[in-house]
């Protein structure tokens, strides 16, 4: 069995347990627990926000939770549901119903573990800084816009799904602000912000989500204020184990869903990259990108089949385990297993949490995901980054998530084209070689280029985005040279445009009697001109391991075409 590859391919629980202890047993125990605290409101408040009931939203959190710390390439993770998702799991919901989100979710999954397996998780941390901002800060901007209504507590039957016509809704309604729905809000807030003076250990989101629902319970029953809608008000709450849903497959719902799971899968793997990125950070420790996306995989395949949501990595969760001791996968274990504990025995009281607080809760979410400075300081930078970010943040605002991760990937696409034909120089040397860029020179002195000999010199990789930018060098000499050698010593790749344009050269020079050479191919080009069938095309003679070959080779032909010459004037 190939050993190697179980080593590329294995849950980083498998390495943290050598050497466990009852020590570091009870570190991630305590951590595991802060860890289910601070989870318990942001479940409940993720999934009443993306569209279903609150339960499900622990569900995602139990299940994905576990299935991410068991399996993942991170041993600090936490996994569940996040606030990257709201908008477009809502927005699946809507259009094709849960039935639609659970295939969609599952595709995402399957993409996930693809991805993984053909080891695209480093590819995926090098998406640019605009983009994931953009993504971010349009996200933040979409989930605070949802929470518009539950906060004032404005009387809106049907709020339109698009970002225009909410507000616009917003507004006609402004007369139906319920103040003392406001100001329980507003204390909501104020919990949560300042609540770590008094305590840092237990979250703000928690002590608010208590302290909330005691005031709301008083209003309602002691009081005879109903105005504060309530969790119960809204939803049947469910405190039994979920159950497995049936799930069916179509080419059609395969087709017309797609693009929605794609775009998960991207969002997914983005978030939870940059999680455990961040965690190793702290912890000097180094994730398995690749496992981490199988796992991911996994879990987004198996939580929708029981109720769950689009699940991936949450930094906030994943931050507050490592702030707290937790160092093992068994923490992310124990915070799903104190999850499920809570839906068995303490479901039924979620029924009187006031809808304003999770509104509140989102809020502080959107506001800590937005990254509202890093976007100003962006707007700093050079104008292609300002209109990466601009355009992403607007796509995903005004459009839809699912368009701005496409026309966002195209921009990152391009993005890299446009830097590397930046980097990738052509340049034309037709009278001398400094000493200094000689490769295997065995002479001090300048390397003379004689009269009929052409030397162009590649810095870069050779790919089709520069394919006219070697033929408009070609055009900067008017002469036609009897030999012209190619210098690819800094060429670290070639695709298969370059070694058609190449081809293209070749054959043109043969046609105009122009002997083509190149020198210093490294092994892995040569290795492809060769599959191409190039250097047969050309005549290996004519492929020169340094420039010192390709020019002695290149005045022996010049001597050649003289005596010919010489001959024919006789």
Known sequence: MNTDFLKTFRPQIIDSLKGYNKEKFMADLMAGLIVGIVALPLAIAFGIASG???????????????????????TVQI?????????????????????????????????????GVVKLGV???????????????????????????????????????????KWQQYIY???????????????SLLIIIFSHKVSKKIPGSLIAVVLITVIAYFLRYYMGINSVETIGDRFSINNELPHMEGITFSIRAINTLFPYAFTLAILGSIESLISANVADGVTGEKNNSNMELIAQGVANIFAPLFGGIPATGALARTMTNVSNGGRTPIAGIVHSSFLLLVVLFLGGLTQHIPMVCLAAILIVVSYNMSEWRSFIALLRNSKSDVIVLVTTFLLTVIFDLTIAIEIGLLLAVFLFMKRIMEVTKISVITDELNPSDKEGASSDDNLIIPKGVEVYEIDGPFFFGIANKFEESMRVVEDKPLVRIIRMRKVPFIDSTGMHNLESLCKKSQDEHIRMILSGVRPNVREALEKFGFCELLGEKNICPNINAAMDKAEKILAEQAILNKKIQD
Do not use: C, R, W
């Open 79 to 115: 996994g569940g549901p996040t606030g990257a998702f709201i908008v477009i799991v809502y927005n699946i919901i809507e259009q094709f119903g849960f039935q639609g989100l659970v295939i969609t979710t599952v595709m995402s999954g399957v993409i996930l573990i693809l991805m």
């Open 173 to 187: 309604h402004l007369d139906s602000i319920d103040f003392i729905t406001v100001g329980i809000g507003v204390l």
């Open 123 to 165: 590819v995926i941390k090098y998406i640019p800084y605009p983009i994931i901002v953009g993504y971010m800060s349009g996200i933040a901007v979409t989930i605070f816009s949802t929470q518009i209504k539950d906060f004032f507590g404005l009387d809106i039957k049907n709020i339109p799904p698009d970002f225009l016509g």
């Open 52 to 74: 279903v009931s609150p339960e499900k939203g622990l569900y995602t959190a139990i299940i994905a939770g576990f299935i991410i710390s068991l399996l993942g390439g991170s």
